[in-house]
């Protein structure tokens, strides 16, 4: 028989009894987790909806307390409301479960993490405990489902990921109380391999306001940055912030990464707009500016629109400007020289002192483009045709080299 003054606590498998008035301490109870009014209302709702569909499957008293020690849902509805603060005490004593007063009790949720309910079962026998861990592994499961649903970050991740309907988005927002007008930019952060499990949590050491913006993991080498900005932040402003990522990533972890960005949404609405650009931007920069590590949509340029183009249209527009010659047929050499001639802007004379050449040897070369491709690259309109081919000819490399 148990003894009166005496109770059972259950440590994983361990049993271990103690007397009520021993010599040994107590811990102080875990902190407990401040909630509002309404959040709790609706909480207490839900876990009464699940407890009463229990009560015909269990012919025993089940409930839920609070971290306070109130009771906040029971099939025994007359108890709702009474206060057991003592097992609350002995949980944060004991641990997971603890056997106390003729009833079994257990925590939800993480036991590394502060107390926020635990459930109760009547009885201290092996039954109980075994239909007190279950409800506590449904509750929690359940509570997890409800805090997700009332969660800003999660909402923030599901509208970057198009999984929230659009015209749900506003009328979340104003759940949550989230400013919809307010001005903010997607940063997408992606490391390069080898990804590190810690750079999520110096990022968001960077941005301590949880309310106005949000750090998200999206992948393994994947994160997100939703940053609210001021109206009207320019471009540069944006680049000196991804710089401010990159270069922490760099001394604290030694992790090297792509920074996209997006453009300034207006609306909450339009931060997964703002996300894909800053996917594009990642994608098309590792295309055309293979030595930026910082790549804003805005700044894409012509190579935005290449990227968006069918391939067979592209494939067809090489083979309508390079009719007259292929372009496989220029050298190294020769395909360095119209880079440089395009970076000094079509002039022959910079071109030449630049690649330490004679002027006439820069000609000749341009003579010689000329005759392989019928383009002469000192003629503006056949420079910019040059100049999109060449792009389209990389962009198609880039596709043939993702599909092996």
Known sequence: MKNVIGRITISGENTIRSKR?????????????????KVMEMASRLFQSIVLQMKDTVDRTIGIVDASGAVVACTDLPRIGEMREEAITELGFAGEIVRFGGYTYHITGDRSSRLEYAVFVQGEDELARSIC??????????????????????????????????????????????????????????????????????VNGMFPDKQKDFVLHI?????????EVKAGSESKELVKLASSIEETLMSELSVKCLI??????????????????????????????????????????????IYQL?????????????????????????????QKFFENNL??????????????????????????????????????????????RKYLASREEAVR
């Open 219 to 227: 992948s393994e080498s994947d994160i997100v940055v939703v940053k």
């Open 310 to 338: 069918p391939i067979t249209l592209c494939e067809m527009f090489l083979s309508e400007v390079f009719k007259k010659g292929s372009i496989d047929s220029l050298d190294q050499e020769t395909l360095f020289t119209i």
């Open 21 to 37: 008035f021993g010599g040994r301490m107590r811990r102080k109870a875990p902190g407990r987790v401040k909630k509002t009014g």
């Open 133 to 202: 861990s279950l409800v506590a592994v449904s509750i929690n499961n359940i509570k997890t489902l409800y805090d997700e649903k009332h969660d800003k970050a999660t909402f923030v991740k599901n509208i970057i990921l198009d999984n929230i309907l659009p015209g749900d988005i506003y009328i979340k927002s104003r759940e949550l109380h989230f400013g919809n007008d307010v001005p903010r930019v997607v940063f997408l952060v992606r490391q390069q391999a080898p990804a590190d499990v810690a750079a999520i949590d110096v």
């Open 347 to 392: 002039n022959v004379s910079e071109t030449s002192r630049k690649l330490f050449v004679h002027r006439n040897t820069l000609v000749y070369r341009l003579e010689k483009i000329k005759k392989l491709t019928g383009l002469d690259l000192r003629e503006f309109d056949h420079a910019i045709v040059f100049k999109v081919a060449l792009m389209v």
């Open 260 to 305: 996209g960005i997006g453009s300034v949404s207006s609306q909450m609405k339009d931060i997964a707009k703002s996300f894909k650009e800053a996917t594009t931007a990642i994608e098309v920069g590792a295309i055309f500016d293979t030595e930026k590590n910082i790549i804003s949509f805005e700044n894409l340029g012509i190579g935005r629109l």
